[in-house]
T-cell receptor, first 114, second 113 residues
Framework: QQQVKQSPQSLIVQKGGISIINCAYE??????FPWYQQFPGKGPALLIA?????SEKKEGRFTISFNKSAKQFSLHIMDSQPGDSATYFC?????????????FGTGTRLTIIP | DTEVTQTPKHLVMGMTNKKSLKCEQH?????MYWYKQKAKKPPELMFV???????INESVPSRFSPECPNSSLLNLHLHALQPEDSALYLC????????????FGQGTRLTVV
């Protein structure tokens, strides 16, 4: 059962362009939504995260847009650079003392071309 | 210090071997996790430790045995693995008590021959 759906599976963007990755969730009990960036052979690194009481969060070139009513959130990478080429995972967490776990999306392989 | 350290980085083991993966964090996190990741897939949760007690076991085969000796350390003991167990094994940690981000280690690339 895929609780967090992520699209697209792969994305090619020209350098300087905007990369957009979308996620949708089903479980309304989720209350934290992090995004992870993963380079080949490395562990996922936290990029940016948002709580559902906020509609947008920006950190540098990375922005999360959150639509609680639609149960959707997206990652925007402005001025995309070749160094942004990586796999991106959205995720969702439900508060549950001692039993919290990340539910990951399926991942998006992003390639930035010169 | 927002680092989760995993050793070894790479491990090759035979199907009859016994080995252990190690994970360490000094962020004061009280939740620690083991994930398994196959190529081009998201990480899959294996175990969660909360305050050094096993709180979640995602029906992982008994050939994988976790251990949490103290709040900073997490081990994964491996025995009689199969070639299909070859994967990147990731350790993560997070604050306890509220949903928040987890910090991941770099992983151990395990190959079972």
């Amino acid at each position: 059962q895929q609780q967090v759906k992520q699209s697209p599976q792969s994305l090619i963007v020209q350098k300087g362009g905007i990369s957009i990755i979308n996620c949708a969730y089903e479980n309304t009990a989720f209350d934290y939504f992090p995004w992870y960036q993963q380079f080949p052979g490395k562990g996922p690194a936290l990029l940016i995260a948002i709580r559902p009481d906020v509609s947008e969060k920006k950190e540098g070139r990375f922005t999360i847009s959150f639509n609680k009513s639609a149960k959707q959130f997206s990652l925007h990478i402005m001025d995309s650079q070749p160094g942004d080429s990586a796999t991106y995972f959205c995720a969702a967490i439900k508060s549950n003392f001692g039993n919290e776990k990340l539910t990951f999306g399926t991942g998006t392989r992003l390639t930035i071309i010169p | 210090d927002t680092e989760v350290t995993q050793t070894p980085k790479h491990l090759v083991m035979g199907m009859t071997n016994k080995k252990s993966l190690k994970c360490e964090q000094h962020m004061g996190h009280r939740a620690m996790y083991w994930y398994k990741q196959k190529a081009k897939k998201p990480p899959e949760l294996m175990f969660v430790y909360s305050y050094e007690k096993l709180s979640i076991n995602e029906s992982v085969p008994s050939r994988f045995s976790p251990e949490c000796p103290n709040s900073s350390l997490l081990n994964l003991h491996l025995h009689a693995l199969q070639p299909e167990d070859s994967a990147l094994y990731l350790c993560a940690s997070s604050y306890q008590g509220s949903a928040t981000e987890a910090f991941f280690g770099q992983g151990t690339r395990l190959t079972v021959v």
